[in-house]
């Protein structure tokens, strides 16, 4: 199949992209380059079936494809509040647009969802029936509404005009390739540990996440993608084994073998205090579960910062 993947220059993206052309598909990656990187897919563009163009989803895109997964969107609250209304249009112009470009083509259109529709959830785990506790005016809104809106609409052109739609809900994912500055608790606390610098607690670092490795990740989009018709999901993608955010910062500097100590700074606005994948609709339906223990991702994602801090200027 040719496929279309949007934002395969960034984290998830170009593992995706790695993962279909191993299966024999004709990659197209979409991408603005605002938080994904040429490195990441550098190791793919000797491929013939690889085929990268530089745009900005929030335009319409006319190219001839089978399937599309829709990932373009900066995922972390740096890069997220750096320009929040581009946020918001990215998320909802890109899907009006990759929708349009889907019926056009008689496409299916998967599109990466996440956890942050739930907001600060009142119920725990959470399940997809659940609607979520969301501020629609906050500092996190461009990124969480927008995603809403992003699903409203998905839902509207199945309904409306039938397109074949597969919403994927996904829950804190790490490994390789994530961005190095981007705020996020893993990739931080690696970068932090590896250079032995002080790691940073918001709060007491009694909030819980529960932590994806990227492989588990992205079999479950494939599986989702590839799904039987009646399955537009929602469907919740994530591990549901939780962890203290102080917990996670304990077995970094352990894996690290750092000499870092723990400092704590205050909770920023709105950040949820309880975060845990509800995934029996994923493992009902898809036969998917992670398998990847945490120690195993985060020593492989330790061994790809610890390269990247040695060839490259982070900034
Ligand atoms: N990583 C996670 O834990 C996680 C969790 C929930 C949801 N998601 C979703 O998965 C998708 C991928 O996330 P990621 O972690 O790989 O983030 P990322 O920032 O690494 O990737 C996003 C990609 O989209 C591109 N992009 C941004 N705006 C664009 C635009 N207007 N036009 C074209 N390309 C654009 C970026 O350049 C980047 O390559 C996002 O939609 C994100 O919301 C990720």
Partial sequence: MRILVTGGAGFLGSHLCERLLSEGHDVLCVDNFFTGRKRNIAHLMSNPYFEVMRHD?????????????????????????????????????????????????????????TSEVYGDPEVH???????????????????????????????????????SIKVARIFNTYGPRMHPNDGRVVSNFVVQALRGENITIYGEGQQTRSFCYVDDLIEGFVRLMNAPEDLTGPVNLGNPNEFTIRELAERVIELTGSSSTLIFKPLPEDDP???????????????????????????????????????????
């Fill in 125 to 163: 785990p959470q399940s997809e029936g659940y609607w979520g506790k969301v501020n629609p005016i906050g500092i996190r809104s461009c990124y969480d509404e927008g995603k809403r809106c992003a699903e409203t609409l998905f839902f509207d052109y199945y309904r409306q005009h039938n397109l």
């Fill in 57 to 113: 989803v929030t335009f319409p895109l006319y190219v001839e494809v089978d399937q599309i997964y829709n990932l373009a969107c900066p995922a972390s609250p740096v890069h997220y509040q750096h320009d929040p209304v581009q946020t918001t249009k990215t998320s909802v112009h890109g899907a009006i647009n990759m929708l349009g470009l889907a019926k056009r083509l008689g496409a299916r259109i998967f599109q990466a969802s």
């Fill in 273 to 315: 205090k309880q975060r845990q994948p509800d995934i029996s609709l994923a493992k009902d339906r898809l036969k998917w579960s992670p398998t990847i223990e945490l120690d195993e991702g985060l020593t492989k994602t330790i061994s790809y910062f610890d390269e990247l801090l040695k060839i490259a200027d982070l900034d």
